[in-house]
């Protein structure tokens, strides 16, 4: 086993990018199918969680009844709105089936 000691007794490894061997990037992971669907699938999640998100504080901001809480209620819900046609986009256009010539009868 490895432990800290067996990493003090070796040499140094050369470079600014030594100790952090273990979080490169795998490009040839990310160019492959499932590095693509898993990039979108965290694109579709993180336009849903901000959804949430934006929602519940424009209803939490909207119950001062104030100027100032109002516009940030509106705002809330114009990014809401984007947010949710940008999901939709991300749906309909990388995560849902194709259909064929064949299934359209």
Do not use: H, N
């Amino acid at each position: 086993m490895f432990s800290a000691w067996d990493r003090r007794e070796r040499p140094p490894e050369e470079g600014a990018a030594a100790g952090l061997q273990g979080f490169g990037v795998d490009k040839t992971f990310l160019s492959s199918l499932k590095g693509i669907l898993l990039e979108t699938e965290l694109d579709f999640l993180r336009c849903l969680s901000a959804i949430v998100i934006f929602l519940v504080v424009s209803f939490a901001a909207v119950t001062s009844r104030e100027g100032a809480a109002i516009a940030a209620f509106v705002f809330g819900i114009i990014l809401v709105s984007v947010f949710a046609y940008d999901a939709f986009k991300i749906y309909r256009t990388e995560l849902m089936p194709s259909t064929t010539e064949g299934d359209q009868q």
